[in-house]
């Protein structure tokens, strides 16, 4: 009789993600803010291996400086792993190894994807078989961009985020991001937007209670037309990012004179996102960004969300 073995690796994968459009309500008695978003997910993505073990711990290699990072219970993946045994009383552990490509604290949920690949990787590791439902709820628990590092594509965010429906989108766009040697907190972006608008209360129209996203955003996806989601392009958390880094705004002017469609903040910064017109002018906007001594990576965008890769 031959029976299957419970694997002792399993690989996942999630993406990173630019928000092409994000526009933020007024501060909420809870400490959060109710967003209304358009999340692409993009081909940087980290790669979370899952191995059986008794208790919980990580480690982290990749194309980004990982030595910053926490690898006790404050870290999100663990915190997944945990999440999980909890909720399946699961009663061993796990060792993730992490290997990182997307900028840590640099506006494109990098952690969120760990967490989302953890999720994942952990169910089909331990054999606990959540649904995808449950899974989901489970994300929304970790953190405001984990649900969407899970399904991934085009999506609309309502809620902190995290409430998703999907977006029709064709094609594929052209991204070049210029990553900063810097993280930023996003708690502390959001509490600099706060400050602005108490500030200019006076001078500025009340924020929405609840944002929407312009149809503009949802035509040009839908077109898969990279000039006219250039025109749309939007993030509120722009403005309080340059004014914490202000030289971010410099790396935009760059990016914009030298064949970006438009440049935009991803997320809560600092990385910075520049939209190309196609392959050709994105590999050219590579090149002079790297030239004036920016680190320059190259992304596609829509791909899945996070997804097993092999047991
Ligand atoms: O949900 P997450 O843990 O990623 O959020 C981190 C912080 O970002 C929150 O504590 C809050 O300060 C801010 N945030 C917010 N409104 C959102 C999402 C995040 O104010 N919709």
Redesign the pocket.
């Known amino acids: 009789m031959t029976t299957s073995a419970a694997p002792k690796v399993v690989h996942a994968r999630a993406p990173g993600k630019i928000n092409v459009f994000l526009k933020v309500g007024a501060l909420l008695e809870d400490?959060?803010?109710?967003?209304a978003t358009a999340f692409q997910a993009v081909s940087l993505t980290e790669e979370v291996r899952a191995v059986a073990a008794d208790d919980f711990s990580v480690s982290f290699s990749g194309s980004v400086d990982t030595s910053g990072l926490s690898t006790d219970g404050t870290n999100l993946a663990i915190k997944a792993a945990t999440l999980l045994a909890r909720r399946t009383g699961y009663r061993k552990g796990v060792h993730l190894e992490i290997e990182k490509n997307v900028p840590i604290a640099g506006g494109m949920g990098g952690g969120s994807a760990d967490a989302a690949a953890t999720l994942l990787a952990c169910d089909t590791l331990w054999g606990t078989d959540l649904s995808r439902e449950e899974l989901l709820d489970l994300a929304t628990q970790l953190?405001?961009?984990v649900p969407f590092a899970f399904t991934g594509g085009t999506a609309i965010g309502t809620g902190?985020?995290d409430q998703l429906s999907p977006a029709l989108a064709k094609g594929q766009f052209q991204w070049v991001l210029a990553l900063a040697g810097f993280g930023m907190s996003?708690?502390d972006v959001?509490s600099e937007l706060d400050r602005h608008r108490d500030r200019h209360s006076q001078d500025i129209f009340p924020a929405q209670p609840q944002p929407q996203v312009d149809t503009g955003v949802l035509q040009a996806l839908r077109a898969g037309d990279p000039h006219m989601l250039a025109e749309v392009l939007h993030n509120d958390l722009q403005a309080p990012a340059l004014h914490l880094e202000p030289q971010l705004a410099s790396v935009i002017e760059l990016g914009e004179e030298n064949g970006a469609l438009a440049g935009i903040i991803s997320g809560s910064g600092p990385t910075v996102a520049f939209l190309a017109a196609d392959l050709d002018s994105a590999l050219e906007l590579q090149i002079a960004l790297s030239a004036a001594r920016l680190t320059v990576v190259r992304a596609t965008g829509p791909v899945h969300g996070a997804r097993i890769v092999n047991v």
């Open positions: 400490g959060y803010h109710d967003v953190g405001s961009d902190r985020g996003t708690p959001y």
